[in-house]
């Protein structure tokens, strides 16, 4: 009861609303770039046959989706800030 002389029209309690979706838009986010990326890696089993030259690019491709997705998740994230 610390808002108790808070008007219900102020910008905490609008935000508050906002912050309650963040996390189900990152599970849906997660589950979007893990199929996203479970497609690439079954290409790229196609594509290439030798087996050393396939894990680098594996390793590439995990790194790349790992920092996309980091990028992606602080957008969902940080987007409840924006007024």
Not at 26 to 42: T, W, Y
Request: hydrophobic share 35%; proline share 1%.
């Amino acid at each position: 009861m610390l808002f108790v002389n808070c008007l219900i029209g102020c910008s905490a309690h609008r935000n508050l609303s906002k912050k309650k979706n963040v996390p189900f838009q990152v599970a849906d986010l997660k589950k979007k770039l893990d199929a996203q990326n479970r497609d690439e890696m079954k290409t790229l089993a196609k594509k290439h046959k030798d087996k050393a030259e396939l894990n680098r690019i594996k390793r590439e491709a995990q790194t790349k989706h790992i920092q996309m997705a980091v990028q992606e998740r602080q957008k969902v994230r940080f987007s409840h800030f924006e007024y």
